[in-house]
């Protein structure tokens, strides 16, 4: 019910599929690529499986109550030891599960495009924005980089804290309470109903955020790198 993505996109059948198959893609590509800190992927699939859970037709409500219990699981081992890692094959595989969960949704509940979206925004925004500035500063989209924004706050909470392993889960932790706790906290007040296409404000919001978040650290990170330097 966009009329832009309706009219490009889904009136024809090819190009719906090809920019399906794109898109199913790039979000396992996005989860691997954000999955730098403990409990941040778990922590985001967590979130998005129980939300989804919420206003999944009933038959999928079971399998995605059962993926949100095992996130959960795997979060409390993450996080209180450090020494157990989803791994590309389950980085890969939560991005895998959670897009094709969300066409099923999208296509038979009348939630908001924009509100699954918040679902998996860090991991696709920061994956498209590392992208954009590769491409803006010569380089292949898909070279790696230690730019991602949980690598910089990473960089900045290791300055303060002095201890790498905490500086870590810490990283993780904010950025799920930041992208991911806040969605549920505003789906859980009945702030926005899961139809509105108000939370298209909460997406834009959120950019806004990373963009932001990402310019403050990695100027300090410049700034610590230059002193450093000395």
């Known amino acids: 019910d966009q009329w832009l993505l309706d009219t490009v996109i889904f009136n024809h059948y090819w190009v719906a599929a090809v920019f399906t198959m794109l898109c199913l893609a790039f979000l396992p590509n996005a989860f691997n690529t954000a999955d730098g800190a403990n409990g941040l992927v778990s922590g985001l699939s967590l979130v998005a499986a129980v939300l ?42 939560l991005g895998a599960l959670l897009g094709l969960a969300l066409i099923v949704v999208s ?59 905490y500086a870590n889960t810490l990283t993780g932790i904010t950025i799920v309470l930041v992208f991911g706790v806040s969605t549920a906290i505003i789906f859980g007040l009945n702030l926005m109903a899961p139809q509105s296409d108000a939370w298209l404000g909460v997406l834009v919001l959120f950019w806004c955020v990373y963009v932001a978040s990402w310019w403050v650290l990695h100027k300090r990170l410049n700034v610590i790198n230059a002193l450093a330097s000395y």
Do not use: Q
């Open 107 to 165: 296509n038979s509940t009348n939630n908001s495009v924009w509100f699954l979206a918040t679902l998996v925004f860090y991991p696709v925004a920061d994956l498209a924005f590392s992208m954009a500035r590769r491409l803006a500063a010569g380089r292949a989209p898909f070279s790696a980089d230690n730019e991602h924004l949980h690598n910089l706050l990473f960089a900045a909470l290791k300055s303060v804290i002095k201890a790498p392993k």
């Open 52 to 93: 989804l859970a919420s206003v999944a037709p009933s038959a999928m409500v079971g399998f995605l109550n059962s993926v949100a219990v095992a996130c959960l699981l795997f979060l409390i081992y993450n996080l209180t030891t450090g020494r157990f890692f989803l791994g590309d094959g389950g980085a890969y595989f």
